[in-house]
């Protein structure tokens, strides 16, 4: 049986969605990310946006085979925003994403029941307000190889529909190609076996 090799996830930050519940507005956004950092600036930008907003609660979820994930309830009672925002991540089954949802408070307190659902709705319409795509896990290798091999490289990499994301032509050519996971290893064995190309993981 074939690895799973694919994953889900948005590429563009989805429209700012808005959920009321007894006058407590819930402003919610996704952002697709990479890294913490972006997470940072992420966050940051909202605080600037929102900065009369008393919480700005969120959760992310980074990384395709490994996953790192965190969700932050930012001053309301524990497990009554993170968690539930964090939960679409899952139920959407999404990755590389941060979802935010910022609160202001209208006077009336909803209790952790009215909290858990006005944030899992707002986190839920971020996600249905998002264009979620699925992405294929791929594993980049160097090629290494005289002009004389640059024909029959050539030839796999359009045989095999493989993507060249990087060339350089100095004394030897080298290219760094992308291959979906699940198909990394024959390919690996082809250029392996080809006389005087040299391969090599790099990512």
Same mark, same amino acid.
């Given at each position: ?95 590389? $994403?941060? &979802? !935010?949802?910022?609160?202001? =408070? %209208? ?8 909290? @858990?659902?006005?944030? /899992? ?15 294929? $896990?791929? &594993? !980049?290798?160097?090629?290494? =190889? %005289? ?8 030839? @796999?990499?359009?045989? /095999? ?15 760094? $190609? ?26």
């Amino acid at each position: 049986m074939m690895e799973k090799d694919t994953y889900k996830t948005i590429v563009l930050p989805s429209e700012e969605t808005l959920f009321k519940d007894r006058n407590s507005k819930f402003f919610g956004y996704a952002f697709p990310v990479q890294t913490e950092e972006e997470i940072k600036e992420r966050l940051e930008e909202l605080k600037k946006l929102h900065h009369t907003a008393r919480h700005h609660c969120y959760a992310w979820q980074i990384g395709t085979e490994t996953t790192r994930f965190r969700a932050n309830d930012d001053g309301e009672p524990n497990n009554s925003a993170g968690q539930p925002i964090f939960g679409q991540i899952q139920a959407f089954n999404v990755t590389n $994403i941060l &979802i !935010v949802s910022v609160r202001y =408070f %209208g006077g009336t307190k909803l209790g952790v029941g009215g909290l @858990i659902n006005a944030y /899992r709705t707002s986190a839920q319409y971020a996600l249905e307000a998002s264009e979620i795509i699925e992405k294929t $896990i791929n &594993i !980049v290798y160097q090629l290494t =190889f %005289g002009y004389d091999m640059m024909n029959k490289v050539q030839r @796999i990499v359009k045989e /095999r529909n493989l993507k060249i994301v990087l060339q350089k032509l100095e004394l030897d050519c080298e290219y760094h $190609i992308s291959v979906r996971k699940n198909e990394a290893a024959a390919i690996f064995e082809i250029f392996e076996n080809l006389f005087k190309v040299k391969i090599k993981k790099i990512q």
